[in-house]
């Protein structure tokens, strides 16, 4: 069974920084691309950043880049979403993707290239 388990979730001032991180179990975790999204109360899923399978390639929406930065380590199953400089805005829960119809993939902007998904884990920046 495929499992996506986040966390480095919690609250953080504004100017902050966090770390999530994401363990990823039964899948071929290093053949396939990965990505962040995050839910904001009251509006629709968004995409955050996106890594492909070798880490050679990476994706971020305009709001966070520059200040979050995606990593992974195929030898720990991990993938990783640095987050610096955080704002109020940036508050919501943050979920983990993977990518598991095809291997050695690019990364992806688009939530529905995506078909497995983490539980979450919650961010709170206070002003």
């Known amino acids: 069974q495929v499992q996506l388990v986040e966390s480095g979730g919690g609250l953080v001032q504004a100017g902050g920084s966090l770390r999530l991180s994401c363990a990823v179990s039964?899948?071929?975790?290093?053949?396939?691309?990965m990505g962040w999204f995050r839910r904001a109360p009251g509006k629709e899923r968004e995409f955050a950043a996106a890594?492909?399978?070798?880490?050679?390639?990476?994706g971020y929406a305009d709001s966070v880049k520059g200040r979050f930065t995606i990593s992974r380590d195929n030898a720990k199953n991990t993938v990783y979403l640095q987050m610096n400089s955080l704002k109020p805005e940036d508050t919501g829960v943050y979920y983990c993707?993977?990518?598991?119809?095809?291997?050695?993939?690019?990364?992806?902007?688009?939530?529905?290239?995506?078909?497995?998904w983490g539980q979450g884990t919650q961010v709170t920046v206070s002003s």
């Open positions: 890594i492909n399978w070798n880490a050679g390639r990476t």
């Open positions: 039964g899948l071929t975790f290093s053949t396939q691309a």
């Open positions: 993707a993977a990518v598991s119809r095809y291997r050695y993939g690019n990364w992806y902007r688009a939530a529905n290239e995506y078909d497995i």
